[in-house]
């Protein structure tokens, strides 16, 4: 492996490990607002989900501060590969918990573009490249939705070596999702 393979997959490791701890923050804050809007009625399903959200995401974030200290290359698959298999009935719902986390980003970027002012081609740029940079570093979550249903080690590696265009069929796919949502 050439030494600017393995520089970019260490920047891409740690962007990857940044992003996440930041999805980890906005997990909490979402679960935290949303179930605080409805009142203590809710409080066991406030005390479910934030246990659930210590337990996977804080296994995911044990994960990834041991990959960035060990030094594995490339964190995401493998990382990906090493979540825990949970018995069947339960991979739907783990799928979902991670796929929820790679939405929640992609929504917080877009509430975050549509404060800017709108410039033209420029604000079409901007969009585009933050919708693909942010689908590209948060790849993660979609890998740990792959994997809640197969740990297959080789289809992992192939979707990772393929990010940047999965990256990009996403960016379009919210580029459109945007431009729906300005015209409302």
Not at 3 to 30: M, P, R
């Amino acid at each position: 492996m050439s030494k600017s393979h393995t520089l970019g997959n260490k920047i891409d490791a740690l962007l990857s490990f940044s992003i996440a701890h930041f999805v980890f923050a906005i997990v909490l804050f979402v679960i935290d607002d949303a179930i605080t809007i409805r009142g203590w009625a809710s409080l066991y399903c406030y005390y479910a989900l934030i246990a659930w959200a210590l337990i996977a995401d804080g296994w995911f974030m044990i994960r990834m501060w041991m990959g960035m200290i060990k030094g594995w290359l490339p964190l995401a698959p493998l990382i990906a590969v090493s979540q825990p298999r949970l018995p069947r009935p339960f991979r739907p719902f783990v799928a979902i918990w991670w796929l929820l986390h790679a939405i929640l980003i992609a929504w917080f970027i877009i509430m975050f573009l549509h404060r800017l002012e709108n410039t033209g081609w420029l604000h079409i740029a901007l969009m585009f490249l933050s919708d693909w940079a942010t689908s590209y570093l948060s790849f993660i979550f979609f890998l740990l939705t792959f994997t809640a249903f197969s740990g297959n080690l080789d289809v992992v590696l192939r979707f990772w070596k393929r990010r940047a265009v999965w990256s990009l069929v996403f960016s379009i796919v919210m580029l459109t999702i945007e431009f729906c949502y300005s015209f409302e």
